[in-house]
């Protein structure tokens, strides 16, 4: 599995963009990067997933350069309920090997 | 449609003591997890299952051991708790195509366990 490295946290206000960013440099031709979202006392939801340069969905912004040796997950105009931690995971779609990798996650804290 | 429940959401364990969390789905999903999350240490696999009746250990699977007997159903055991094994376990579903591992994961509450 690639490896992730994605800031620790991260703080906000109310209404602004946030913009995390996830490092995977060896990352595979054949791997997917999805991002999970997890709040306080919940476990993590699916968010968004792409392979290539943007994916929109009404959540959230994947952007993903040319190289893919990064990514990064834009959330518009946050709200108090934004406040959670983000996991970036970097796999293949088809495997063999069904070992996820959460790691620690960026905690967001959105502040009015 | 309740999707992932966990049972019981909290428990307290003395060192030694055996128990087994409960996880049901109802979803017809295929796949289930256990996750542990540790604070500062995100997520990591105990043992996951890709269908009735078949098990296969994850990242951390010393101490644990699971069974799938019914689809929807997937059991956590702790047959001698330690206080490492304190933690919030996650399980989770889903339903990957074949040969998809990124089929998005459906997750449970959670439940907190606490070993004295």
């Known amino acids: 599995l690639a490896k992730t490295t994605q800031p620790i946290s991260m703080d906000s206000y109310e209404g602004q963009e946030v913009n995390i960013t996830c490092s995977h440099n060896?990352?595979?031709?054949?791997?997917?990067i999805t991002w999970y979202q997890q709040f306080p006392s919940q476990g993590p939801r699916f968010i968004i997933q792409?392979?290539?340069t943007k994916v929109t969905n009404e959540v959230a912004s994947l952007f993903i350069p040319a190289d893919r040796k990064s990514s990064t997950l834009s959330l518009p105009r946050v709200s108090l309920s934004d406040t959670a931690v983000y996991y970036c995971?970097?796999?293949?779609?088809?495997?063999?090997?069904?070992?996820?990798?959460f790691g620690a996650g960026t905690t967001v804290t959105v502040r009015a | 449609n309740a999707g992932v429940t966990q049972t019981p959401k909290f428990r307290v364990l003395k060192t030694g003591q055996s128990m087994t969390l409960l996880c049901a789905q109802d979803?017809?999903?295929?796949?289930m997890y256990w996750y542990r999350q540790d604070p500062g240490m995100g997520l990591r696999l105990i043992h996951y299952?890709?269908?009735?009746?078949?098990?296969a250990k994850g990242e951390v699977p010393d101490g644990y051991n699971v069974s799938r007997l019914k689809k929807q159903n997937f059991l956590l055991g702790l047959e001698s708790a330690a206080p490492s094994q304190t933690s919030v376990y996650f399980c989770?579903?889903?339903?990957?195509?074949?040969?998809?591992?990124?089929?998005?994961?459906?997750f449970g509450p959670g439940t907190r366990l606490l070993v004295l």
């Open positions: 979803m017809n999903h295929e796949y």
């Open positions: 995971l970097v796999a293949p779609l088809r495997s063999n090997d069904y070992k996820l990798s």
């Open positions: 060896n990352i595979a031709t054949n791997d997917y």
């Open positions: 989770a579903s889903s339903s990957p195509r074949s040969g998809v591992v990124q089929e998005t994961q459906y």
């Open positions: 299952s890709v269908g009735e009746g078949t098990t």
């Open positions: 792409g392979y290539k």
